[in-house]
């Protein structure tokens, strides 16, 4: 494995990024295990999850646990294992997200929407529970929630996915005003990235999608995972409750 250039913020700590076998999860976990971290992978699939623990370096600094993000047991089984191999769990990085729907809200099936904001909203709450009961609560730590642009202006065909992400930003804000100061809680609320989960959005016109954003282009997976690195770094040490926007300048344009 090739030398990291970057500064090793995280030595010495260890973080759980979930939803991480590919895409953005991957991503933040790739950033973070160069700057130091040993990280705890999860994803529903354990044989993309042990491909990503070879990738990032192997079992000397990454583990992967399969599981469903929104169960309860999967979530105390991923924390106790960070505790028990690695000897803490100082980070968390909520980015298990579904949207198995798209088109208008008056076909929007209610079922569909419990499970939206089971797996956005309320895993996200839960394996923040889980995190602060068995290591933050006593040694501080950070927590970075991966929101959407999407909860933060009216996002046609996929407005419930949007609604959900909407309260994933509030949940933050709620987390920070509990937590502090001993954690840290913020959020990064991306526009579409070039992920394998948002290939619906871009696949076909990437060039006619980019034009509505200043930098004309769509965001890389990289490039979430450098601002999550920074809002679990003690850089961002007077930051908590915040929701940082990396859109690539979409929204100044008033789009999603």
């Given at each position: 494995?090739?030398?990291?250039?970057?500064?090793?913020?995280?030595?010495?700590?260890?973080?759980?990024?979930?939803?991480?076998?590919?895409?953005?999860?991957?991503?933040?976990?790739?950033?973070?295990?160069?700057?130091?971290?040993?990280?705890?992978?999860?994803?529903?699939?354990?044989?993309?999850?042990?491909?990503?623990?070879?990738?990032?370096?192997?079992?000397?600094?990454?583990?992967?646990?399969?599981?469903?993000?929104?169960?309860p047991d999967h979530q105390s089984d991923a924390v106790a294992r960070a505790i028990d191999t690695f000897g803490s769990a100082d980070l968390l990085v909520n980015n298990t997200g579904i949207n198995p729907v798209y088109g208008p809200l008056m076909q929007m099936d209610p079922d569909a929407a419990r499970k939206i904001m089971d797996v956005n909203v309320i895993s996200a709450l839960?394996?923040?529970?889980?995190?602060?009961?068995?290591?933050?609560?006593?040694h501080g730590g950070a927590i970075v929630n991966i929101a959407s642009i999407a909860g933060l202006r009216p996002a046609p065909n996929i407005a419930f996915y949007g609604v959900s992400k909407a309260a994933v930003i509030h949940l933050t804000e709620e987390l920070a005003w509990e937590l502090g100061p001993g954690v840290r809680v913020n959020a990064v609320a991306p526009a579409v990235v070039k992920t394998r989960f948002a290939t619906a959005l871009y696949e076909g016109r990437e060039e006619q999608v980019a034009e509505a954003y200043p930098l004309k282009r769509l965001g890389e997976?990289?490039?979430?995972?450098?601002?999550?690195?920074?809002?679990?770094?003690?850089?961002?040490?007077?930051?908590?409750?915040?929701?940082?926007?990396?859109?690539?300048?979409?929204?100044?344009?008033?789009?999603v």
């Open positions: 494995m090739a030398q990291s250039t970057h500064p090793r913020r995280f030595a010495g700590q260890t973080a759980i990024v979930t939803g991480a076998s590919r895409g953005i999860g991957y991503a933040v976990a790739r950033r973070l295990v160069d700057e130091g971290a040993k990280v705890v992978i999860t994803a529903r699939k354990q044989e993309p999850l042990d491909d990503a623990v070879q990738r990032l370096g192997g079992h000397d600094v990454a583990l992967a646990v399969a599981g469903r993000g929104d169960d839960r394996w923040t529970q889980a995190v602060h009961s068995a290591w933050q609560a006593d997976p990289e490039d979430i995972g450098s601002v999550v690195a920074f809002l679990l770094s003690a850089d961002s040490g007077w930051m908590t409750g915040q929701t940082v926007v990396v859109d690539g300048g979409v929204l100044l344009g008033g789009g």
